[in-house]
């Protein structure tokens, strides 16, 4: 068959929708191994759209290849906990192995070796990507075995580093706690929607993804909007480094998950929902499926659920392809749309104009498993739990420098303290809540609890030791943002280059009171006038760590009115060395 036909044929199983966009674009690379200029024609040309709109969202999306790579692609997670717990050894060893650098291809072209961000898997690092099969507790000894293996034709699923363990090391009484497929949709059904409604309003549910936003109030606004469909959606893009929490909710407790998207599509007036799943979950893919198939059969979802008449509603999992921005709900529904996931302007909220422009309820995994636990067992028990202002409970994903890395399930209330002690990391030397995007704690606040009062999270708990330097895992999280920018807005796409250009000074020991005045002004610059939630949260570990670790800064300046931050010497020593020539520069050649 010629790439002609397969196009075609791709995009008629699609019915040559233009929203499918993703996942045409998903097969095509599946099938072909890269995405060609030509390819983009023929997408294009298929669909009968502008060629710029294809060639705009396949550039955007990290796991998208537009060369031709090896027949495997070992991805390997540099994220900050990743390198803690030796990354860049295990880097080492597979460029050795496999004959080349990350970012190239081994001479025989069957592998392909490049890094990638966060894949949720900071309990068991190090851990990389093979073929989208994760591989995790790699160790340097380990690497050549895998190599050697992947060389004789086996498929990563049959290697031994192909396990991923749920880690739940403290299930809690709301998500964890033992369940009945299909009472929570039962106990819905047999109420208004506007009931369903008041009862997770009583039960005071406010969204787990670190902002907090009423949950009852949310899918109100979204069923009192007039419009000809209503849609929910359910973000599984999990991108924040640290955080794996929905992970082990989707390998435990998919039913949950699906159970909470019903009844909120029943809450909302939506006959459809999405549940955005990140590309580096996609091993997850069949067994979601084969639950969904499931409650199809036994009348949880399709049509005329639980014997009602009229009661309609339908999943779809829609994969991404590698944007940590797409966590954001509107730059997911842009994604959704099979366009660059580049976050839209508000107001219109979601909620007003989302998918399709309709009216669109979207929601957090963790959020919609407590919205089915409250129409299951009630809003006065979930009240009960947690604080007055915090109900429930909250996943929790530790990692770092602690004992018992994993997920706990705690409830609202408790104090960061309790929760070192749990994991084994009383010497901790800071704390990073909320990931990247959170703040970096001191052990001055230890006491303070987590709950929208206190300390709202999403849920990624990174622990940084004594032994550890605090400034340069905070370069790596600037490091991050800049290279996860979408790039639109001027504030975030420069400002956290900047910032990186300032850090690099003062880490090299050549920064000055002047610099460390301008990291500030740049910093609260990025989070003031940034166009979305990335921008605006992206200088967070420099503005709290210059708030809270002060001293590491300090000490790390000198007392130079102004140091160049660009040392020429330096630069020319191999030249030089090479030619024989002496290194110092005169003043006057500068």
Same mark, same amino acid.
């Given at each position: ?75 390997? &997670?540099? @994220? ?10 295990? *880097? ?14 081994? *001479? ?16 068991? @690092? ?34 031994? !580093? ?90 435990? !407790? ?9 009844? @909120?599509? $029943? ?8 549940? $955005? ?5 996609? $091993? ?41 921005? &797409? ?84 409830? $609202? ?8 002690? @749990? ?62 920018? &979408? ?5 975030? /796409? ?18 000055? /009171?002047?610099?460390?005045? !301008? ?12 166009? &979305? ?13 210059? !708030? ?43």
């Amino acid at each position: 068959m010629t790439e002609a036909e397969i196009i075609k044929q791709i995009v008629d199983q699609f019915g040559k929708d233009r929203s499918r966009l993703m996942d045409i674009v998903r097969t095509a690379h599946a099938k072909l191994g890269y995405l060609s200029e030509e390819t983009i024609g023929r997408i294009h040309s298929a669909l009968g759209i502008h060629r710029v709109e294809v060639r705009d969202m396949v550039s955007f999306y990290a796991f998208f290849s537009r060369k031709p790579e090896g027949k495997t692609v070992i991805r390997l &997670c540099n @994220a900050v906990v990743e390198r803690m717990k030796g990354a860049d050894e295990i *880097a080492k060893a597979f460029e050795e192995a496999v004959g080349c650098k990350f970012g190239q291809t081994s *001479a025989d072209g069957a592998i392909s070796l490049k890094y990638t961000a966060c894949i949720g898997m900071s309990d068991q @690092a190090p851990a990389a990507l093979v073929n989208g099969v994760p591989l995790t507790n790699l160790r340097p000894e380990d690497v050549p075995k895998v190599v050697a293996a992947i060389r004789s034709g086996k498929g990563p699923e049959s290697l031994k !580093q192909a396990e991923v363990d749920n880690n739940l090391l403290q299930p809690g009484p709301v998500i964890f706690a033992p369940s009945e497929r299909g009472e929570a949709l039962r106990a819905a059904v047999n109420r208004t929607p506007e009931e369903v409604i008041t009862e997770i309003n009583k039960a005071r549910l406010r969204g787990r993804g670190g902002a907090g936003f009423p949950t009852a109030m949310k899918w109100d606004f979204c069923r009192k909007a007039k419009a000809d469909e209503h849609f929910v959606i359910c973000n599984a893009d999990e991108g924040e480094p640290g955080t794996f929490k929905d992970r082990v909710i989707l390998t435990s !407790q998919a039913d949950l998950v699906f159970e909470g998207m019903t009844v @909120a599509g $029943y809450a909302v007036g939506a006959k459809q929902g999405f549940l $955005y799943l990140r590309a580096e979950y996609e $091993y997850l893919l069949p067994h979601l499926e084969n639950v969904l198939a499931k409650r199809r059969r036994l009348g949880l979802l399709g049509k005329d659920l639980c014997g009602r008449e009229g009661v309609d509603f339908e999943i779809r999992i829609q994969l991404g392809a590698g944007a940590y921005v &797409c966590g954001e709900e509107s730059a997911l529904i842009e994604s959704l749309e099979g366009k660059r996931g580049a976050p839209r302007d508000r107001p219109p909220f979601p909620v007003q104009k989302g998918y399709r422009n309709q009216p669109t309820s979207v929601n957090n995994v963790e959020t919609l498993c407590c919205a089915a636990r409250i129409l299951e067992k009630g809003a006065d028990w979930f009240s009960k739990i947690g604080t007055k202002d915090s109900t429930g409970t909250k996943l929790l994903s530790v990692s770092g420098d602690c004992k018992h890395p994993g997920v706990f399930e705690v409830e $609202y209330g408790v104090t960061v303290e309790k929760i070192l002690e @749990a994991v084994g990391a009383e010497d901790a030397q800071a704390v990073q809540m909320g990931g990247p995007s959170g703040q970096c704690l001191a052990p001055k606040d230890f006491g303070r609890s987590i709950s929208f009062e206190d300390l709202p999270t999403g849920g990624s708990v990174m622990i940084f030791g004594p032994q550890r330097d605090l400034l340069e895992c905070m370069y790596q999280f600037t490091e991050f943002f800049a290279e996860e920018s &979408c790039g639109w807005c001027v504030p975030c /796409r420069v400002g956290t280059t900047l910032l990186l250009k300032k850090m690099d000074k003062i880490l090299e020991d050549r920064g000055t /009171r002047g610099d460390l005045e !301008q990291l500030q002004s740049i910093a609260n610059t990025v989070k003031t006038m940034s166009r &979305c939630g990335l921008g605006q949260t992206a200088a967070n570990p420099i503005l709290s760590t210059l !708030q809270n670790f002060s001293s590491l800064y300090e000490e790390r300046l000198k007392p130079d009115d102004f140091i160049p931050a660009f040392d020429l010497s330096k630069a020319l020593e191999e030249a030089c060395a090479i030619t024989g020539r002496k290194p110092e520069l005169e003043e006057k050649h500068v």
